[in-house]
């Protein structure tokens, strides 16, 4: 337990404690210890005075005057107590209880701040997943930077964590993909063919066919459904080996990478559509086969099957979340484009009629991102003039930058992403912002280490009194139970906030107070203080893999 759960648990003791002794209430009720928006208000308040009013049958400003009067508070480090408003009670705290977070801090290292007990609960995070058909663009890399900072957190508050991609590499899209291939093959080769009506016409696709077209002459005299076969299989591996790098690049790294392909070898479509016919889902109408979501609150049912034997995107993706149950994940969490929203009730009713309990899938929605320059939306790339690629961004802005500005926003919010802002080196770009703090603190421990100073813990910290080290120290204290919050509400932006308010803390603390002094004991108590916040920041920037430089 952090510092900050142990002071608010010892004052929700030493409280209860208080409101028997003053006769106040038999059952107490639950008592709620909040950090006030403004530090005036002291480290902690209560309102419990009021809840009490009922069943006290008292004045709050009353009850809470006798719970002052019977508290014990040295047993909370409590150095001054008052009464406010209609009855909240203020708890001031002296500072010595934060010390022991920066030895918590300089001990732990790189693990500070990630849960030390495994929460023994498996966790399947599926994210970006685009079909194998062509570049990634601007909504796969918010959904990219999104999906692996979610992971992070959550394998930092001890979940067991799988990052998944789901290669959709079956279907119509691939079917597309392999003719189009083929046309261009063609076309290199001599032969007057047009593209296929759905083809994809990127420069990509080009560039396959021509190099078949030089490397594999032969396939040309192969029957038609062979080649097609080929070509398929050639197709999703040249675009898969592109996106794999891309993301890879993007410090974007899977754990298993799921082929769609594989249900349909393994007969794991068959096998789930005969379970939820032997359940009793499924019923034929019209000539197709169709599920009866309506029983778990879809709108209507879906088909399965169509008229035609083929059948629908709708069941591979049903067999494929079976799979991932049968897997033995507790949670599954998938996050898809600002386009799937209809997607999410029959997908979790699907689950429901195999049995799964429909809660533990989890769907964010993420909403659309506009690329912003100079005020004004930029839509196609200069160079190709299709849309603009991840490559593009992060030759553009550079990963660090790229991935902070992607997961600052909540991702069910729509975002305009600034790309002067993010190659900027201001105050202004949040990024550089929280990255020069950083650099400024190593700056200081080189020049500290030069002057003969070396950190180290279980130091004398009580000349560390100044109100802006206290309220830096303060925020450190928070990144556990940050952590603990992120991931409980799947808010990955709560790291970027954080890393936000720490930096800015450290920046008012280094404005009002000098680290290297020639009072040798503050000094002392400063480096160890600056360098926890050093620590803390460049565990909180791994979160979002973003680099935490030592110099700038």
């Not at 999703?236 to 899977?254: A, G, I």
């Not at 930096?503 to 203080?529: C, G, P, Q, R, S």
Request: hydrophobic share 40%; aromatic share 8%.
């Amino acid at each position: 337990m952090n510092v900050i759960d142990q002071v608010k648990q010892t004052l929700i003791k030493e409280i209860e404690k208080s409101i028997k002794q003053a006769e106040l209430a038999d059952e107490v009720p639950n008592i709620k210890i909040e950090i006030p928006k403004d530090v005036q208000n002291g480290d902690y308040s209560t309102n419990i005075a009021m809840v009490l009013t009922k069943v006290a049958k008292r004045n709050p400003r009353d009850i809470a005057q006798l719970i002052v009067d019977n508290l014990n508070t040295e047993a909370a480090h409590v150095k001054a107590v008052d009464i406010a408003g209609p009855g909240f009670i203020n708890f001031y705290l002296d500072p010595s209880y934060l010390h022991v977070v920066i030895d918590d801090v300089l001990t732990q290292n790189e693990k500070f701040g990630y849960a030390e007990t495994p929460k023994n609960e498996k966790i399947l995070v599926e994210y970006v997943s685009a079909n194998p058909t062509g570049d990634l663009h601007i909504g796969h890399a918010r959904n990219a930077a999104v999906g692996d900072t979610l992971s992070n957190i959550l394998e930092a508050a001890g979940y067991d964590v799988t990052r998944e991609y789901y290669i959709n590499d079956a279907g119509n899209q691939i079917t597309n993909l392999a003719k189009s291939i083929e046309a261009r093959y063609l076309q290199a080769l001599g032969e007057d063919i047009a593209m296929p009506e759905d083809g994809y016409h990127g420069k990509d696709i080009i560039n396959i066919g021509q190099d078949l077209a030089t490397t594999r002459p032969e396939l040309q005299k192969m029957p038609e459904t062979e080649r097609i076969e080929v070509f398929r299989k050639l197709g999703v591996d040249y675009e898969m080996k592109k996106l794999r790098q891309d993301l890879s690049d993007f410090n974007t790294h899977f754990d298993h990478w799921f082929s769609e392909t594989s249900l349909y070898e393994k007969g794991d479509i068959q096998a789930v559509l005969q379970k939820m016919q032997d359940l009793g889902y499924t019923y034929q109408k019209d000539g197709a086969t169709w599920l009866r979501t309506t029983d778990f609150k879809d709108d209507k049912d879906r088909v399965l099957i169509k008229k035609d034997g083929t059948y629908t995107y709708f069941l591979p993706d049903i067999a494929y979340h079976y799979d991932k149950i049968q897997r033995g994940n507790d949670k599954l969490i998938n996050l898809f484009g600002a386009d799937h929203h209809g997607y999410i009730n029959r997908i979790k009713a699907s689950l429901e009629t195999f049995g799964v309990d429909s809660s533990r899938l989890e769907i964010q929605i993420m909403q659309l991102v506009r690329l912003m320059q100079d005020g004004v939306e930029v839509k196609m790339s200069k160079r190709t003039g299709n849309a603009i690629t991840l490559r593009e961004i992060m030759d553009e802005v550079g990963v660090d930058a790229a991935r902070y500005f992607l997961a600052m926003r909540s991702p069910d919010t729509h975002f305009d992403f600034d790309m002067a802002l993010a190659k900027s080196q201001s105050q202004d770009n949040p990024v550089y912002y929280a990255q020069y703090a950083h650099a400024r603190i190593c700056s200081i421990l080189r020049q500290a280490e030069e002057q003969g100073y070396k950190v180290t813990t279980k130091g004398n910290y009580n000349t560390i009194v100044n109100d802006k080290a206290i309220e830096l120290l303060k925020k450190v204290a928070e990144f556990e139970m940050m952590i603990e919050g992120a991931a409980e509400a799947r808010a990955p932006h709560r790291v970027t906030n954080y890393i936000q308010d720490l930096a800015a803390h450290f920046h008012k603390f280094y404005n009002a107070e000098k680290v290297l002094t020639e009072d040798v004991d503050k000094t002392v108590a400063h480096l160890a203080l600056i360098d926890a916040v050093r620590i803390t920041l460049r565990n909180a920037l791994r979160l979002v893999g973003v680099s935490a430089p030592e110099n700038m």
